[in-house]
T-cell receptor
Framework: SQQGEEDPQALSIQEGENATMNCSYK?????LQWYRQNSGRGLVHLIL?????REKHSGRLRVTLDTSKKSSSLLITASRAADTASYFC????????????FGKGTRLSVIA | GAGVSQTPSNKVTEKGKYVELRCDPI?????LYWYRQSLGQGPEFLIY????????DSGLPNDRFFAVRPEGSVSTLKIQRTERGDSAVYLC??????????????FGEGSRLTVL
């Protein structure tokens, strides 16, 4: 079963624009993570936000977390063609070290 | 090694055959995970090892699937009597163990299994 659900499923933008992807989840969490996957490759960790944090930045990435709404967003600013990939949110459970559960992902296309 | 290594990268087999997929995690990572990913979907959890023992195998779809990690490092995912529906990319990931929560996972490039 998949805990997180990303929205939209697919997003196409022009280079230089900002891309926003959303994730909703169902149960209480310790943290929420975002991963990126280039076509045919493994997943790469982007950022982790803990349940007691509301916002986190890393370079051109900005992640927000709203535990009352059980939702998170990933913002990529000033997008580049190289940002073209699938983006997944993943959550653990609020009970120590548990396997991450991934959503279905958002496929981002950045057009040069 | 520098990263998580998975072999083979590609495996084509016939329905009913037995398959083994290997994962070599990052040295020192005690947590090891197997996921399965179908086209256009997110990774689906299969099994999680903490050291040598399977801490959570609730994601294994049926008893044809089995995984081992005898020395707490390399893990092998074993699939018996393969079916066409087993075709997918099998991803392995490892991480440092944290008591309080689950940290960053480091993924391998995956093993693409095709069952004809």
């Amino acid at each position: 079963s998949q805990q997180g659900e990303e929205d939209p499923q697919a997003l196409s933008i022009q280079e230089g624009e900002n891309a926003t992807m959303n994730c909703s989840y169902k149960t209480s969490i310790n943290n929420l993570q975002w991963y990126r996957q280039n076509s045919g490759r493994g997943l790469v960790h982007l950022i982790l936000i803990r349940s007691n944090e509301r916002e986190k930045h890393s370079g051109r990435l900005r992640v927000t977390l709203d535990t009352s709404k059980k939702s998170s967003s990933l913002l990529i600013t000033a997008s580049r063609a190289a940002d073209t990939a699938s983006y997944f949110c993943a959550t653990d459970k609020n009970s120590g070290n548990t396997p991450l559960v991934f959503g279905k992902g958002t496929r981002l296309s950045v057009i040069a | 090694g520098a990263g998580v290594s998975q072999t083979p990268s590609n495996k084509v087999t016939e329905k009913g055959k037995y398959v083994e997929l290997r994962c070599d995690p990052i040295s020192g990572h005690t947590a090891l995970y197997w996921y399965r990913q179908s086209l256009g979907q997110g990774p689906e959890f299969l099994i999680y090892f903490q050291g040598t023992g399977a801490a959570d195998d609730s994601g294994l779809p049926n008893d044809r699937f089995f995984a081992v990690r005898p020395e707490g490092s390399v893990s092998t995912l074993k699939i018996q009597r393969t079916e066409r529906g087993d075709s997918a990319v099998y991803l392995c990931a490892s991480s440092l163990f944290r008591v309080e929560d689950t940290g960053e996972l480091f993924f391998g490039e995956g093993s693409r299994l095709t069952v004809l």
